[in-house]
């Protein structure tokens, strides 16, 4: 196997493995930190190892008594818990199978097992996405627009809190899941994010694997909770986004933007099943959630065959119902873009300049800025905001388009 198989192989595994072992390590020894930190060498190990001596026939088992051999050996170290020091002796798991509840698939249970509500919300969806999606403390930073040290006290706090608290590692049953199902859907969408534009510089910009992996498990979401109106509109939203996919990076790896992508190429299965989405929740005529009016602000765009076409005021409108539920900067930012399509630059510039106090480390603030001063010809500011916006960015595709409007100016 080539160095290239074997790499892709370690990749799949992280990606197939990494809930699971950790599971499989918390159930034992009841520590988050022993689980991460055994199941992070554990794949190191198999890093070194696996170009050397081949990929094992079952990548998964070798990982997991890997990693319990490493906990083991952590616990030895520490000469301090003779209890589970005896249980962790035994590698082979001889205990009966536990419940699966109301859930069946083993990352999802996995999932809402870790969004536990006696967790604040941001803190549980840090944990959740360190634990469970396999995320960088340097990405899931990013996601919340943090510094990384400080991302890292998060997520060390939640796991010292919920070792005092006793919070118990234990599988929700049907009835618990409207409780937790809010910081599920936050995790899942902060995953879709992470693959839709990737924030690592060595990364490729769009991650497939967890796009695809965010769908599927809000399906299985929408399954459990038919009638949840935020579950349909965070499916609908990623499968609107979703439907883009193969348009927005070119041949040669740059970002290709909204208004310049070939509709034509853009997946019709995946825009329809996201449109009726969002009809039946019209329909519902229940006050939609956060998700349903991103939803429905998809659903404008997808819906026009040229960018010409776009009803910018009602996106603008749409904007300005969500603005009463999310009052974010990103919410803010996002208005002001398309209030530029419907006002002028101008206008929009206005709004923009605003946030500089919230969002000066955002990449896309500063890209933002930089097109609405391109567009009332303040060439040299443009300059300034493009620089900075390449500074910030990490994904390459969108360094590359940056790089390229900057260059443009006269």
């Not at 009966?96 to 919300?121: K, S």
């Not at 070939?262 to 929740?281: C, K, N, P, S, T």
């Not at 493009?386 to 900057?406: H, S, V």
């Amino acid at each position: 196997m080539s160095g290239i198989d074997i790499q892709e192989a370690i990749t799949a595994a992280h990606r197939d493995e990494w809930a699971r072992v950790i599971a499989s390590l918390t159930k034992r020894f009841g520590d988050l930190d022993i689980a991460e930190e055994a199941a992070a060498e554990a794949f190191a190990t198999a890093v070194e190892k696996w170009p050397a001596d081949g990929v094992p026939p079952n990548p998964g088992g070798w990982l997991t008594t890997t990693a319990n051999r490493k906990a083991i050996d952590r616990l030895r170290r520490e000469n301090k818990r003779d209890d589970k020091h005896k249980e962790a002796l035994v590698l082979t798991d001889d205990d009966p199978p536990e419940p699966l509840g109301a859930i069946e698939d083993e990352r999802l249970r996995l999932i809402f097992t870790c969004c536990h509500p006696a967790l604040a919300m941001e803190t549980r969806m840090a944990l959740t996405l360190r634990m469970v999606g396999g995320l960088t403390v340097p990405e899931i930073a990013r996601a919340f627009l943090v510094q990384e040290t400080a991302m890292g006290q998060r997520i060390t706090r939640a796991k010292a809190k919920i070792k005092a608290a006793r919070i118990p590692y234990r599988v929700p049953a049907a009835e618990d899941l409207p409780a937790r199902v809010s910081g599920v859907l936050a995790v899942l969408f902060l995953v879709f994010n992470e693959g839709y534009l990737a924030t690592g510089a060595d990364t490729d910009p769009v991650r497939h694997e967890l796009t695809a992996e965010a769908i599927r498990l809000t399906r299985l979401i929408r399954a459990l909770l038919p009638e949840d109106g935020e579950v349909a509109g965070l499916l609908a939203l990623m499968l609107l986004t979703e439907a883009r996919r193969t348009a927005r990076i070119s041949a040669s790896g740059e970002l290709i933007t909204l208004g310049e992508q070939d509709r034509g190429a853009w997946d019709a299965a995946l825009i329809a099943e996201g449109h009726r989405l969002v009809r039946e929740r019209l329909a519902a005529r229940v006050a939609p959630g956060r998700y349903q009016i991103l939803a429905a602000i998809n659903a404008v765009h997808t819906s026009a065959r040229d960018v010409r076409d776009t009803d910018w005021s009602q996106i603008v409108a749409l904007y300005d119902q969500l603005s009463r539920l999310d009052s974010s900067a990103i919410v803010v930012l996002n208005r002001a873009i398309a209030v530029a399509e419907l006002d002028g630059p101008e206008v929009a510039l206005a709004d923009v300049d605003r946030l500089e106090d919230k969002l000066a480390g955002y990449h896309a603030y500063h890209a933002a800025r930089a097109d609405l001063l391109r567009r009332q010809g303040r060439s040299e500011e443009a300059r300034a905001a493009y620089d900075k916006a390449i500074e910030l960015a990490g994904n390459t595709a969108e360094t590359a388009y940056l790089t390229r409007r900057r260059d443009q100016l006269r």
